[in-house]
């Protein structure tokens, strides 16, 4: 059986002294981490990370940046940035919706920082996912199909993931029927890319285990239920 990635997207829930609390009753469950069936990375605000980590215990619990406060300007610049607090990052999320929206980020340059960022070797999480004014118009593929890297990056052996999450479902308690998220994932796996897969949108205890019925999922990225503990423990039994 494959084993399933929780990428925790903390966003802004949870204050510095709640992450690190959040962080040391999660060590006190390290038997549910290994030699199970998930892999967990955390994204807690940026400039909680060095004491995230320090409170972290568990070896295969991994560390990721939301995303970048700033605009591209050099690949020295994002490297240092992933690694400057010396928490030894492995991964980062592009492209939330949220970057869209609230910081007009466009295709362009999240497809620039997601190719730095692999180029980097640090494993990028990019997220896709339509409006729901593009779902009404029947526009979902292609929306996502402009969200994509346009190759495959072959010459890095590193793994990458695509997050499909629809705008629409975030937050909302809205989920797609697993034959729509199947439709999707299969058209982002048609398109010239072998990414992992993951689904992010309203995931929690009730429905994980549903949404797991999709094979082609590798993953979830999780927003509010991941930064409630109850929830979390609850979503990492219901996969092992
Ligand atoms: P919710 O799980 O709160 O819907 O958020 C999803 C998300 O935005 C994760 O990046």
């Known amino acids: 059986m494959k084993k399933i990635t929780i990428a925790a997207n903390w966003k802004k829930y949870l204050n510095e002294k709640?992450?690190?609390d959040f962080v040391k009753k999660l060590n006190k469950y390290e038997d549910l981490f290994y030699n199970k069936y998930v892999d967990i990375i955390l994204f807690p605000q940026a400039e909680?990370?060095?004491?995230?980590?320090?409170?972290?215990?568990?070896?295969?619990v991994t560390l990721g940046l939301q995303d970048y406060d700033y605009r591209i300007k050099s690949d020295s610049e994002i490297s240092s940035r992933c690694h400057s607090s010396g928490v030894g990052l492995d991964s980062c999320i592009v492209g939330h919706s949220e970057r869209r929206m609230l910081h007009k980020e466009d295709n362009k340059s999240i497809l620039e920082k997601f190719h730095i960022l692999h180029a980097r070797d640090i494993y990028p999480?990019?997220?896709?996912?339509?409006?729901?004014?593009?779902?009404?118009?029947?526009?979902?593929?292609?929306?996502?199909y402009k969200q994509l890297p346009e190759e495959t990056p072959l010459f890095n052996p590193l793994p990458y993931a695509?997050?499909?999450?629809?705008?629409?479902?975030?937050?909302?308690?809205?989920v797609p029927s697993n034959k729509e998220i199947e439709l999707v994932l299969s058209g982002?796996?048609?398109s010239k890319n072998q990414p992992y897969l993951?689904?992010?949108?309203?995931?929690?205890?009730?429905?994980?285990?549903?949404?797991?019925?999709?094979?082609?999922?590798?993953?979830?990225l999780i927003g509010g239920a991941s930064a409630k503990f109850d929830s979390f423990i609850q979503i990492i039994k219901k996969i092992n």
Do not use: M
């Open 18 to 20: 709640e992450s690190i």
């Open 48 to 60: 909680h990370l060095p004491a995230v980590k320090d409170a972290l215990e568990i070896k295969n």
């Open 125 to 144: 999480i990019l997220c896709v996912g339509e409006t729901q004014e593009q779902r009404d118009l029947g526009d979902t593929l292609p929306t996502i």
């Open 162 to 174: 695509i997050a499909y999450e629809p705008v629409w479902s975030i937050g909302t308690g809205n």
């Open 188 to 190: 982002v796996i048609n």
């Open 198 to 220: 993951f689904y992010g949108g309203s995931v929690n205890e009730d429905n994980v285990e549903k949404l797991l019925e999709i094979d082609l999922i590798d993953g979830f």
